[in-house]
């Protein structure tokens, strides 16, 4: 009658060979090559004890014995960390039998039950939830006469275990994980086992960069031998008494262990090891976010105390590095520790709580308990104006990025939102406006829509542009049929009269939702009778959608074969502004595209330049870098007339930016004619900051529990060592404007895929480092018209280096490592933009004349 699992005779002893296999290598590569180990023993297993009301009821004795630990790959005796160490002394603790003793190595159990959980097996196909070492787990038989091949499902286990992902699909690792066991059967017992588990860790955005992880496990029949026979008893309890009172039940879900460092650095020592990299002059520089990383690692390990008494040692130099990696290490210790030492209440502190506000809005996995904090700190008193302004702005950066993890109804995120929402209802002063609005462009709530409808229709000058450029940033799934009219009628200013950077960003928002045959007709219509640099804004904005092949191309191409739309009267209109989207990079595993737009007034004056990076895969897309100039209110320098509806606009210039999906607090140049008067009169030239310092793009974390026993673990970080500067310069003498935007970056990217066997560790780390620099430089002579404008992209060139190192370690300090790196110069680039602008260049650069005027 017995049905589930190997029948076993009462009076024979079951001799086997035994052996698991660990790898860790590349995702290509041969495992011949790879790190590992592999451990060997002898397995006895006899029946000592059956139920006799049920045969299914067994109790099974399985010795392990003779167990011997080796390289899973040949090595020369001198690279071999094994050569003259007994198996004794590495695994540390003897191998007893399958019920543990509770004092017993933690690693040493999950052998055990790595090996017990082989011998779990039904011999009839079918699925279930099955316990095993890995967890609770679904698990499907197939059985083929005397083969039984069992299928589990690794993403269903449930363990504990930890580990992390980062919020953007795009800067995240992705996974797969199968395990399959193949049992062969000789007269209703087992012959063979052979199981394999595969790992496999990729870099979403660069798939050559990854780790797999391999674990074989077998189990052959030797021998049968006579054996002792059964122990009689009614309960296996009295049994177990019996051969040892010590022994206790044990659950068969892998216990975690984890092997103590020993001779680590402490966070001082290593902190003052990679101190010199972090200095603000070097922060353009790879080696930079290199140590950034390592040292956010350290922090993870670290208390309060320890973190707390390198903030406070540190000179006002290095001390906003120290903030940004002390914050992006987003664990409770670090987070009590930066709160303990920023006082909010003191201005002259203001740098660092900005440099810990934008690290906390670009936290990879943030917590509830951060937006609690932010959201304290803002209700409480602060004392910079400008600080209290970014730590609405990161709160909203922080409500989208809790939301999207299904954390939309936790308590901290429904109190951040009413705070944010009421207080914006209320809000009278501009400035508050503005600070709110910008808190719902990071937040992208699906409820603020109609708020910042009403803004986009009703509101003035910056706060309507404000409110429809956080409208733009909707997923254009999610904009309901009030946005495209209200759109539709802000673009043709059915109610009133609006200003451009309004209208075309309303107009942008209408064409990249699906505009229906109608919507696209109008738009189309309108091109003639707008403000002539609208006019050609708009033309420009139609042809990138048809060059570009976007989503509404089609819609556009059926509205051009009307003649009234499509005519040369329409598409012949004159001047400077223009829109271009074009590839930086077409890749297998992702794709980034650069767009420029630049807008001006009729007189000539720079009214808004936006230059946009995406980087997108199949499924995502992440909005990289956009940085926006804008300036109005300037024709009275040049004693020019303003453009409709601009007429009563105060002098104001500003840069607003949106990095890895987050948009900044916007830098002012200056406001007012006043403020203009005084900076050309003062003027140095030097471009204004927008972000400088470190940013964790990649944070990976994921903890495996092998059958076979031992604990894997896959880490990858990705840092970015950031420095974007812009400035808009004014000539009166030249009657020529300049806008540069400087993006100076750096990456380092670290992964480490370790096995760690408590007696071993094997792995793989690789790195991958690149820097490189970015400006957009536009340049505009409004000597003459119609006017010269001259827009430039340059990348410089940049070097890429990557290694990758195999190793494996005892806790002797004994170590074999294999290394192999390649280093290659990405060639410069200077990116091109339509065919005009090309012509345009010519004539700006032919015309300049050498010397240089009063600049601001």
Not at 142 to 159: F, G, N
Not at 417 to 440: C, G, H, S, T, W
Not at 654 to 676: C, E, K, W
Request: aromatic content about 8%; some cysteine.
């Amino acid at each position: 009658g017995h049905t589930t699992g190997p029948s076993l005779n009462n009076d024979k002893l079951y001799k086997f060979a035994y052996s698991a296999e660990v790898y860790v290598d590349g995702v290509k590569a041969s495992l011949q090559k790879s790190a590992g180990y592999r451990i060997s023993s002898g397995v006895d297993v006899n029946l000592l004890w059956r139920n006799p009301d049920n045969d299914d009821d067994q109790l099974i004795k399985i010795t392990i014995k003779d167990v011997q630990v080796e390289n899973v790959n040949e090595r020369p005796a001198a690279k071999s960390i094994f050569k003259g160490k007994s198996t004794e002394k590495i695994i540390r603790g003897k191998v007893k039998t399958f019920y543990s003793y509770q004092n017993e190595p933690g690693f040493t159990q999950n052998i055990k039950r790595g090996l017990a959980s082989l011998f779990q097996l039904q011999l009839h196909s079918g699925s279930s939830r099955e316990v095993d070492i890995s967890g609770k787990c679904n698990t499907t038989y197939h059985v083929r006469q005397d083969q039984v091949t069992k299928i589990k499902d690794l993403d269903s286990c449930e363990i504990k275990k930890k580990g992390f992902t980062s919020h953007n699909r795009i800067l995240d690792v992705g996974t797969k994980a199968t395990s399959a066991t193949v049992y062969v059967l000789e007269d209703s017992f087992i012959k063979s086992i052979k199981a394999e588990e595969n790992f496999v860790f990729l870099l979403n955005y660069r798939q050559k960069t990854g780790a797999k992880i391999v674990s074989k496990q077998r189990l052959e029949l030797r021998s049968v031998q006579a054996g002792l026979g059964l122990i009689a008893a009614k309960q296996v309890a009295s049994v177990i008494k019996t051969l040892d009172p010590n022994y206790v039940a044990m659950p068969l879900e892998a216990e975690p262990v984890k092997s103590e460092c020993k001779k680590c650095p402490s966070l001082s020592e290593h902190w003052q090891s990679i101190r010199e990299h972090m200095h603000p002059d070097k922060l353009s520089k790879a080696e930079a976010a290199k140590s950034f990383l390592s040292f956010i690692q350290n922090i993870r390990k670290a208390t309060k105390e320890e973190i707390l008494k390198i903030i406070r040692s540190e000179n006002k130099e290095f001390l906003p590095q120290v903030v940004d990696a002390v914050t992006s290490a987003q664990t409770p210790e670090s987070l009590e520790a930066i709160l303990e030492f920023l006082d909010f209440k003191d201005a002259s502190t203001s740098t660092l709580q900005e440099r810990f506000l934008y690290a906390c809005g670009f936290a990879s996995h943030p917590s509830e308990t951060l937006l609690k904090s932010l959201t304290e700190k803002f209700k409480g008193d602060v004392a910079n104006e400008e600080i209290r302004e970014t730590l609405v702005i990161v709160m909203g950066a922080l409500i989208r990025k809790l939301c999207d993890r299904g954390g939309c109804k936790l308590p901290a995120v429904v109190e951040a939102k009413r705070l944010i929402l009421n207080r914006l209802e209320k809000a009278k002063k501009d400035d508050n406006v503005q600070m709110y609005l910008l808190a719902l462009k990071n937040a992208l709530l699906p409820e603020a829509i109609p708020v910042l409808l009403k803004y986009s229709e009703s509101g003035e000058g910056p706060i309507s542009s404000l409110a429809a450029t956080a409208l733009q940033r909707y997923d254009p799934s999610s904009l309901t049929k009030e946005v495209k009219e209200t759109m539709n009628r802000i673009y043709h200013q059915t109610r009133r009269v609006h200003e451009k950077t309004v209208r075309t960003t309303a107009a942008a928002i209408i064409l990249n939702s699906n505009p229906s045959y109608m919507e696209v007709k109008n738009i189309l219509l309108s091109i003639g009778e707008l403000p002539m640099e609208m006019n050609k804004y708009m033309l420009s904005m139609i042809q990138d959608i048809l060059h570009f092949e976007m989503p509404s191309s089609k819609t556009v191409r059926q509205v051009l074969k009307d003649m009234r739309t499509h005519n040369y009267d329409r598409f012949s209109k004159m001047g400077s502004s223009s829109a271009y989207t074009g590839y930086i990079t077409r890749g297998p595993d992702v794709s980034s595209t650069y767009s420029l737009d630049i807008l001006y007034s009729g007189s000539g004056i720079l009214r808004r330049s936006n230059m946009n990076i995406h980087v997108f895969d199949r499924n995502t897309e992440l909005h990289a870098i956009q940085v926006v100039i804008e300036a109005q209110g300037l024709e009275s320098i040049i004693a020019a007339t303003p453009d409709e509806g601009e007429e009563n606009l105060d002098s104001f210039a500003g840069m607003s930016a949106i990095l890895f999906n987050f948009q900044l607090r916007p830098v002012t140049f200056f406001q007012g004619y006043g403020d203009l008067m005084s900076k050309m009169l003062s003027a140095t030239g030097d471009p204004m900051n927008v972000v400088k310092g470190l940013v964790l793009l990649t944070d990976y974390l994921q903890e495996i529990q092998l059958q076979s026993g031992p604990m894997a673990s896959a880490e990858f970080l990705g840092g970015l060592a950031i420095d974007i500067s812009g400035g808009m310069e004014f000539s009166l003498w030249y009657r020529e404007s300049k806008t540069n935007v400087k993006n100076r970056v750096a990456t380092f990217i670290a992964g480490n895929t370790e096995v760690d066997s408590f007696f071993i560790k094997t792995g793989m780390e690789t790195t991958l480092e690149a820097e490189t620099s970015l400006d957009f430089i536009s340049t505009v002579q409004f000597s003459q018209y119609p006017f010269l404008v001259c827009m430039q992209m340059d990348r410089v060139e940049s070097p890429f280096r990557t290694h990758m190192t195999k190793y494996e370690s005892l806790p002797s300090g004994r170590r074999y490592t294999a290394r192999r790196g390649k280093a290659a110069v990405l060639a410069g680039n200077e990116y091109p933009l339509h065919q005009e602008n090309s012509n345009m260049c010519k004539k700006v650069f032919g015309a300049k004349s050498d010397s240089a005027g009063s600049w601001f």
